[in-house]
């Protein structure tokens, strides 16, 4: 049988840059290439990351985390989106649950053999990488904090905090779970804030600790073998700017001493240098952990806490949002189909039901991973390891049951018994809902006796 009109006789021609290793992929995809009647060019990641312009059509590569951030900063030096043409292939399908938050398009585990790996290639030849950047979102004024997709009161209150912050040239904590928009929320403060200045990223998570001072606070010519020339640091790149701390909670404590004393006098020493340097910066730093636990624990340095957290801003996580959720969707649905030209797929009850009873653990971020799922036809993103098949009907229920406890408490700062009063159940039935879902003890309401303080 002729594979190449049987599968595909309608489907137009494409160009695919292989950067693969295994041996065994890499003969998987040219075969699957060859039926599918497509362009292959072969690179290794080095020879990629030495070209000056970097292809405007697919990328398939199967190398580790500290190859792939070196491709995805190569991405970021031209100006391009590595969310919109890298396909990283990985072994296992728990890894794509684990890194779900590396700024690529998608995770695929090894195709088992050619055919899989034509139906893989087949999904993205109907593509094309992105031309051009996102569609102005609705309100230009508030963005993606407008009240088409702002109608939770979690959410609702932190925009009202980021609103009267924006233009304060103070710094500020965002606080949050992986994948909320903390990332989002910071860009925001930024473009609203009125300064000539660059928006500084750092991400501490990913900066050893060998070069934390050479990364923040410069280099000059001679200080160590290879620093040929001098260098800034990202404090200076950030004068008149915002320096943002991504994840600090993970840098080292000796990372965060000589941070402290930067932060507190605006300036630093360039590592081999001698005259200290002035930087006007406002610092936005984001947590997933709260600073004062982590004071507790001995983890973070209480003056760094004190010096950063001026003012706090929580991103609510998307269980708590639930009245956002669809209007997220649709609109990222929408925004996918119209970059890559495709459908807008329908959402029936059934797919609605759906959205609102998952966990969604990546929140924000893993929302936007299933529309580009959604609207490309690759199917759900992979389930966390152990977990079994789609939840039926009464284990939906017990979820969306959950989250909008989790939402209304939250809503009444933890007070049971004006919950019980919005939702219109008796108090001692939400405790048994608070029970049942292992609520009480973070909730901090152990009796009635205390649910009638609030007020």
Same mark, same amino acid.
């Given at each position: ?15 695919? #840059? ?33 070209? *000056? ?12 985390? @500290? ?10 030096? &031209?100006? *391009?989106?590595?969310? #919109? ?9 728990? &890894? ?36 051009? /950047? ?12 407008? +009240? ?27 606080? /949050? ?6 990332? #989002? ?23 050893? @600790? ?7 606070? /410069? ?8 620093? &040929?020339? +001098? ?14 701390? +991504? ?22 020493? *360039?590592? /081999? ?13 984001? #947590?997933?952990?709260?600073? @004062? ?18 003012? &706090? ?37 059934? +797919? ?104």
């Amino acid at each position: 049988m002729n594979f190449i009109h049987f599968i595909v006789p309608w489907l137009q021609m494409t160009e695919l #840059t292989l950067c693969i290793e295994s041996p065994e992929l890499k003969s998987r995809l040219r075969a699957a290439a060859l039926l599918m009647q497509a362009s292959v060019h072969e690179l290794s990641l080095i020879d990629l990351l030495g070209k *000056r312009s970097l292809p405007a059509h697919w990328l398939l590569v199967d190398q580790g985390l @500290e190859q792939l951030g070196d491709l995805i900063e190569h991405f970021k030096a &031209q100006g *391009r989106k590595p969310e #919109t043409q890298i396909i990283r292939f990985i072994e296992k399908p728990w &890894q794509e649950y684990v890194y779900h938050d590396i700024p690529i398009f998608a995770s695929i585990v090894h195709p088992a053999n050619p055919l899989a790996a034509v139906h893989v290639l087949e999904k993205l030849i109907r593509t094309k990488p992105f031309r051009s /950047g996102k569609k102005p979102l609705p309100n230009s004024n508030l963005g993606p904090y407008s +009240d088409e997709f702002v109608r939770s009161q979690p959410m609702r209150h932190a925009v009202s905090q980021l609103q009267r912050l924006k233009q304060l040239p103070i710094d500020t904590v965002l606080l /949050g779970p992986t994948g909320a928009g903390k990332d #989002t929320a910071a860009r925001w403060l930024h473009a609203h804030s009125g300064v000539k200045g660059e928006f500084v990223h750092v991400n501490c998570a990913a900066l050893p @600790e060998q070069l934390f001072e050479a990364e923040v606070f /410069g280099v000059m010519a001679g200080a160590f073998t290879g620093a &040929q020339k +001098d260098r800034p640091g990202k404090l200076e790149l950030a004068h008149n700017g915002t320096l943002y701390l +991504d994840e600090i909670d993970s840098l080292p404590l000796s990372c965060q001493a000589k941070l402290l004393n930067a932060l507190q006098y605006r300036g630093a020493i *360039r590592l /081999g240098g001698h005259v200290f340097y002035n930087s006007v910066f406002r610092v936005i730093a984001s #947590t997933k952990t709260k600073l @004062e636990t982590l004071v507790e624990q001995n983890r973070f340095r209480e003056d760094l806490h004190f010096r950063l957290s001026v003012s &706090q801003v929580r991103i609510p996580a998307l269980a708590e949002r639930l009245e956002d959720i669809i209007p997220l969707y649709c609109h990222f649905l929408n925004d996918v189909a119209a970059q890559f030209k495709l459908e807008v797929p329908k959402l029936d009850l059934e +797919d609605t039901d759906e959205l609102l009873s998952r966990p969604w653990p990546g929140n924000v971020r893993e929302l936007h991973a299933f529309a580009q799922r959604h609207v490309m036809g690759l199917g759900e993103p992979c389930t966390v390891p152990g977990s079994e098949a789609p939840a039926g009907l009464k284990q939906r229920l017990l979820a969306f049951e959950k989250a909008v406890l989790i939402q209304t408490l939250h809503a009444h700062r933890g007070c049971a018994r004006l919950a019980s009063e919005s939702l219109g159940i008796p108090l001692h039935s939400l405790y048994y809902r608070m029970k049942r879902f292992d609520l009480l003890e973070k909730n901090g309401n152990h009796s009635d006796d205390k649910a009638t303080q609030c007020s």
